[in-house]
């Protein structure tokens, strides 16, 4: 009886076999990795920026039950929140009450869970609207936009911030300003939302290419936290 000859195809994998292959898994995961975390940032944007046009149609409606105006022009006797930005304006330094004017969208936005922007790291979303406070915003605000004008700024990502205060609570978009994003949210990047309800995706050179309306300027209430 002749001796049975070893069956090749049940051999294991050698050591240096199996490091081989795991090298070129490792090499092959390097290679993925940035494309799949490129793929969860545009994801993220993707999901703010429709969050911040869901907004824009919330004040365009709230616009449509009061006479054409936004809750930044609306008395807070008729559900607005004017005597807050009246108030931000005395307050000379920073203040906490920003969220007012989302806060009065309550009726028009679907879910608080709106308001916090997916690459929010320092935020959560408010339990409802009652409890919201700037602690639940990840979103600025234009408290003089005119809905009959399209170029002006309704709305955007807080991360935004000017010289000569990088952590002010008012900014006042102007020529002859500087101006730029910070690492939050989307770095160095962020979106805006205008009165026509269409959001762009700004970088640094469009705020400075933007075309200011030195008669017009654009004041802007962060929601600053303490």
Known sequence: MGLRKPNLMTRGFTLVELLTV????????????????????????????????????????????????????????????????QNGYLVGGPFYFSFRQFQALSNELDSVKLLVCKNETKREPALSFVALQNTNLSYFVGVNADLSKPGSILAGDRNLACNPSPHPTIIRITSGASFWWT????????????????????????????????????????PTIP
């Open 22 to 85: 795991i090298a070129i898994i490792a090499i092959l995961a390097s290679l993925l990795l940035p494309a799949v975390e490129n793929a969860m940032k545009q994801g993220k944007r993707i999901w703010c920026v429709n969050s911040l046009r869901q907004q824009g149609i919330a004040f365009h409606v709230f616009a449509h039950d009061h006479n054409g105006r936004v809750p930044m022009e609306v008395s807070m006797n008729e559900g607005g929140a004017k005597e807050f930005v």
């Open 183 to 222: 690492s939050e949210l989307h770095p160095l990047n962020g979106n805006v939302l205008f009165a026509d309800g269409h959001v762009e995706q700004w970088n640094k050179y469009s705020l400075s290419n933007f075309k200011y309306n030195p008669d017009e300027p654009y004041d802007i209430f962060l």
